[in-house]
């Protein structure tokens, strides 16, 4: 059974930098799509962005500039780089992993941007 673990969430101030984890166990294959989500407190989870096995990425318009999600094929890992961190960055961050018609998610990690 595929699992999807995040980490790397945590305390941030507005403008800080902050890069999660995404560490899968079991076998990736292509083709896929990882993303990653987020879900703030008292609202749905939004997508955040993602990166597919042909290396296109897509952000949504609110991270657009300040956030990277890069893959490490090797290590089956997939990151977040978030920078310029705001308080309505504020959420638990979700790995989400769509293969051969199954979709996984991870646990979460949370994000909280306050000074």
């Known amino acids: 059974q595929l699992q999807l673990v995040e980490s790397g969430g945590g305390l941030v101030q507005p403008g800080g930098s902050l890069r999660l984890s995404c560490a899968a166990s079991?076998?990736?294959?292509?083709?896929?799509?990882m993303s990653w989500y987020r879900q703030a407190p008292g609202k749905q989870r939004d997508f955040v962005a993602l990166?597919?096995?042909?290396?296109?990425?897509n952000y949504a318009d609110s991270v657009k500039g300040r956030f990277t999600t890069s893959r490490d094929n090797a290590e089956n890992m997939l990151y977040l780089q978030m920078n310029g961190l705001k308080p309505e960055d504020t959420a638990v961050y979700y790995c989400?992993?769509?293969?051969?018609?199954?979709?996984?998610w991870g646990k979460g990690t949370l994000v909280t941007v306050s000074s």
């Open positions: 079991g076998t990736i294959f292509s083709p896929y799509v």
């Open positions: 989400n992993l769509l293969q051969d018609d199954l979709e996984y």
């Open positions: 990166r597919n096995s042909g290396g296109w990425t």
